[in-house]
């Protein structure tokens, strides 16, 4: 016996029970299977994964050596859209939205004048805006850093 269950009272419970060839699938989305067959190999796959799916799942099994139980955690990590752009007061506007975790934004070159706000949204990406105001300097241009778990991101702007 093999079952997957996330770790809730109504979430998707998948299971399969080798001595009746069974396999029961309640509450489960078409996005949640075995990732081949459950008699090769009993690894869960979901697939597309979102934000819903994160969370602590729970696989028993049970054969002729015993019970066992293994707990598993799934942090989903989701890349933000990264955008530079600038204003008419001559100030930068890098954001990185919609990202989890919350990416982190510099500047090339450094700045004194740059400032950050940040939004967090209900599903729990957040989106991170960070502002280079260049209006007294002569840098010819300047440089976004965007780093985060899924990507890394570099974006010029030119200034002249």
């Not at 139980?69 to 955008?83: C, E, H, Y």
Request: net charge neutral.
């Amino acid at each position: 016996l093999v079952s997957w269950k996330k770790n809730c009272s109504s979430c998707c419970l998948l299971s399969y029970r080798s001595d009746h060839n069974e396999t029961r699938k309640l509450n489960c989305s078409e996005r949640i299977m075995w990732k081949y067959s459950p008699v090769r190999d009993p690894a869960l796959r979901i697939y597309p994964v979102d934000l819903g799916d994160e969370g602590n799942y729970i696989c028993d099994t049970a054969n002729s050596e015993g019970n066992f139980r293994f707990f598993f955690s799934l942090t989903v990590i989701v890349p933000p859209v990264v955008t530079l752009t600038h204003d008419k007061s001559r100030v930068a506007v890098c954001q990185a939205s919609a990202g989890k975790p919350a990416a982190d934004i510099s500047w090339i070159p450094a700045s004194n004048h740059s400032s950050e706000e940040e939004f967090h949204h209900p599903n729990g990406t957040v989106t991170r805006v960070s502002y280079f105001n260049w209006a007294n300097s002569s840098f010819p241009s300047v440089t976004c850093l965007v780093t985060h778990p899924a990507t890394n991101q570099t974006l010029l702007m030119d200034l002249t």
